[in-house]
């Protein structure tokens, strides 16, 4: 190992100056002298994953769970190209994550290295590669350049989503001739001119519904908007990656409730306050909100029509609206009913996905972290189960990547801290449930939820409701997801359920545990979810929506 003070000892040192405390990766050859300098620190923690993508994850939920910054080592080739799915999410939802990615020395560029990703001599081009999914990608190659590839990194991250270090190991060892680390630069929000916001929220001649994003979660403004509200007299719907910004309030969109729609037509105006109504969250929307003047508040501007104010810190610019707009006798917030979509009965065996989110729900205390994955189960947990008071309530719809729940609710747990609870198909394990294990080694208090319908059954859906039945390609042999991993790790809590009566008793134990835990839910891969998109086709025309 090089002596003295290195290149990777200035960069861990610069992220513990900036309040990193943990970074999460899979070591190599090309990555283990940075992560061999954070081992020396006992300020920073190092999170091995079992994947790239699991690790990208976690420092994905580790910064939604209120971190910083998230922060991601990976070695050369296969392992820095298995980030790209999980970058792309952060970039698709605005995450602030740093990817330190390792490569093979500079004096091998173009000379057929094993895992050459230099882009030169018709190597992978890892810079061009990176770029597409990072607001920011430096391959550095002079060791004296490091001080400004990682303040212009840290810079881009700041402003929300990935940035990504190319790092050849070469440079990784290099002394430094002159070293100390430089007063760390703040970034400042632009102020906001709110003055045509203001005069359009004072103008409406009615009520103003708000629907919320999840920049008001990440940028911890849950009291501001609640003051907010309260001085437009107006009750919160959220998008369905935001349920924790407004804890109780409708969900919009594809997997939201009926009622959004209705309040919608009942008011004067719409103000969304850092939500972007991508079409997952505005779908069955779209008449409603372009019936009334749109206002719209955040880091970037929505989807949809609307007057926009950029605010990169909602907690900063809240305040200034809600002393602008605030009036006297305005009546109490009242909340319409979010009503629940319905989908058919389905016959057969397995725990039904409403009777067993009446469990859950009723079994999680406040102040727990959740993290849902994609999939069927997933929208029915976006539908019927509501964050805790005190709690995050994270969702990957960026890039909806199944398997981001298990990294992400490790992120989560090791900044919090807290009990974590995963909601996830069995499809999503197989893909990346195996960061069960990173749970583990690191005794993190996470209950993994499994429900296991043998089969990747959205798509099951699709090919029923869209195809004319199905041939059986996205349906799986049978598995104990429980009894497999409890043989596979000794000592992990695990069960299986096949009733929906004995799933409290399950809970109420898993969630006792000291460390992780699993609950596999035996459920039916025929089963619709609340899935608007799955409620409008032939098979199902009879569905209700309730209120």
Do not use: W
């Not at 190992?1 to 405390?21: H, P």
């Not at 409406?204 to 979660?217: F, H, R, S």
């Not at 429900?451 to 349906?475: K, P």
């Not at 929906?500 to 898993?510: E, V």
């Amino acid at each position: 190992m090089a002596q003295g003070y290195r290149v990777v000892d200035y960069i861990v040192d610069r992220l513990v100056a900036d309040g990193v405390r943990h970074v999460f990766g899979v070591d190599g050859a090309n990555i283990e002298d940075l992560l061999d300098a954070a081992a020396a620190r006992d300020d920073l923690d190092i999170v091995l994953a079992a994947h790239e993508f699991g690790a990208a994850a976690m420092a994905d939920g580790y910064r939604r769970s209120g971190a910083r910054l998230g922060v991601v080592a990976a070695t050369s080739g296969g392992g820095c190209l298995n980030l790209v799915p999980g970058l792309g999410e952060s970039l698709a939802r605005r995450v602030p994550v740093l990817a330190l990615v390792g490569q093979a020395p500079t004096r091998l560029d173009g000379r057929g290295a094993f895992q050459d990703t230099s882009g030169v001599g018709g190597a992978l081009d890892a810079e061009a590669l990176f770029s597409a999914v990072s607001l920011s990608c430096r391959r550095v190659t002079r060791p004296e350049d490091i001080a400004g590839a990682l303040a212009e990194a840290l810079t881009a991250a700041a402003a929300g989503g990935p940035a990504v270090l190319l790092l050849p190991k070469d440079i990784q060892q290099a002394r430094l001739s002159t070293f100390g680390l430089p007063a760390p630069r703040s970034v400042r929000a632009p102020v906001p001119d709110l003055a045509g916001l203001v005069r359009a929220l004072r103008a409406a001649d009615g009520p103003v519904a708000v629907i919320v994003g999840e920049q008001v979660a990440r940028d911890d403004a849950r009291a501001e908007l609640r003051l907010l509200c309260d001085a437009l007299g107006a009750r919160p719907a959220s998008e369905p990656d935001a349920k924790d910004a407004a804890p109780g309030s409708p969900v919009t969109g594809v997997m939201g409730h009926p009622g959004v729609v209705a309040a919608l037509r009942r008011s004067a105006a719409c103000l969304l306050i850092g939500a972007r109504m991508d079409a997952t969250a505005r779908a069955g929307l779209e008449d409603a909100l372009a019936a009334v003047p749109t206002l719209s508040i955040g880091s970037a501007a929505p989807y949809v029509p609307a007057a926009h104010v950029r605010a990169d810190d909602l907690r900063a610019a809240l305040p200034a609206v809600t002393a602008a707009v605030r009036r006297d006798g305005r009546c109490a917030p009242t909340a319409p009913p979010p009503g629940e979509l319905v989908p058919p009965p389905v016959d057969g065996p397995g725990v039904r996905y409403r009777a067993a989110l009446r469990a859950i729900d009723a079994a999680l205390p406040a102040g727990t972290d959740i993290v849902v994955d994609a999939g069927n189960i997933g929208a029915a947990a976006i539908h019927h189960l509501s964050a805790r008071s005190g709690g995050r309530f994270l969702v990957a719809l960026g890039m909806g990547g199944m398997g981001y729940s298990f990294g992400a609710a490790v992120g989560s747990a090791a900044h919090r801290g807290r009990r974590t609870v995963v909601i996830a198909g069995d499809g999503a394990f197989y893909m990346h449930g195996l960061e069960i294990h990173t749970a583990r080694e690191h005794r993190l208090p996470i209950t993994f939820l499994l429900f296991d319908n043998h089969a990747h059954a959205m798509c099951v859906t699709r090919e029923r409701l869209f195809f004319g039945g199905a041939d059986g390609r996205n349906r799986f042999g049978a598995s104990r997801l429980g009894a497999g991993l409890a043989a596979m790790f000794p000592g992990l809590p695990a069960v299986d359920v096949d009733a929906a009566g004995d799933l409290p008793a399950a809970l109420c134990a898993a969630l006792a545990c000291d460390g992780p835990s699993v609950v596999a839910v035996e459920c039916s891969s025929d089963e619709i979810p609340p899935f608007a998109a799955f409620l409008t086709s032939k098979e199902s025309t009879h569905v209700a929506v309730h209120a």
